[in-house]
């Protein structure tokens, strides 16, 4: 498996808090990303990176920041959550670029739930 | 742009019996297409992939799957379930380094 760990793995709190989610991978890859899973709709990209401070939105941004100073460390707040934000997240890295044959590796996911 | 449809939401069969599972796609441009599969409360596992090489592409755990342009599909069998198949299967496509998932369609095998 690809070492690819998040963390917290859970995590429950409170309508208007900040919150920051950590990925970590090991691989030394370039790309890194935030998909968040909600029933019905597969994953959604949230940010992704394509290197150290150099970071992009996806499709489902707003309400997200990250940020990315170290190559194997890829962080994403919540600078004020909402209900609407409790999901799963995965973390995922993949290699450098090689066209559209680039597998994406999953980390185990964090389960954030928001009151 | 590119999107995904996986044509079915739950897909039930029994254990020994043949598996299909639907996508069709979308993309502008000649695309990597992927199937994932997610066991209950585990991250995602790549089951196989095509990249314009064969369109019959062979996965783990007797997964295949076939590319056909003109229908634009990939679809996902395997001859015979098991009961560690059940979970959840995404269809993916790529244009490059963007991922665009299918909504996921949950198989359940019955004994």
């Known amino acids: 498996d690809a070492g690819i760990t998040q963390s917290p793995r859970h995590k429950v709190t409170e309508t208007g808090t900040p919150v920051t989610l950590r990925c970590h991978q090991t691989e030394n890859h370039r790309y890194m990303y935030w998909y968040r899973q909600d029933p019905g709709h597969g994953l959604r990209l949230i940010h992704y990176s394509y290197g150290v401070k150099d970071t992009d939105k996806g499709e489902v941004s707003d309400g997200y920041s990250v940020s990315r100073s170290k190559t194997e460390d890829f962080l994403l707040t919540l600078e004020s959550a909402t209900s609407s934000q409790t999901s799963v997240y995965f973390c995922a890295i993949s290699d450098e670029d090689r066209g559209s044959y680039n597998e994406q590796f999953f980390g185990p996911g964090t389960r954030l739930t928001v009151l | 742009a590119q999107s995904v449809t996986q044509l079915d939401s739950h897909v039930s069969v029994s254990e020994g019996t043949p598996v299909l599972l639907r996508c069709n796609y979308s993309?502008?441009?000649?695309?990597?297409l992927f199937w994932y599969v997610q066991h209950p409360n585990k991250g995602l596992q790549l089951l196989l992939k095509?990249?314009?090489?064969?369109?019959l592409v062979k996965g783990i755990n007797g997964f295949e799957a076939e590319f056909k342009k003109s229908e634009t599909s990939f679809h996902l069998t395997k001859p015979s379930a098991h009961m560690s198949d059940a979970a959840e299967y995404f269809c993916?496509?790529?244009?490059?380094?963007?991922?665009?998932f299918g909504g996921g369609t949950r198989l359940m095998v019955k004994p």
């Open positions: 993309s502008s441009y000649s695309p990597s």
């Open positions: 993916v496509v790529s244009d490059g380094n963007m991922l665009t």
């Open positions: 095509y990249t314009s090489a064969a369109t």
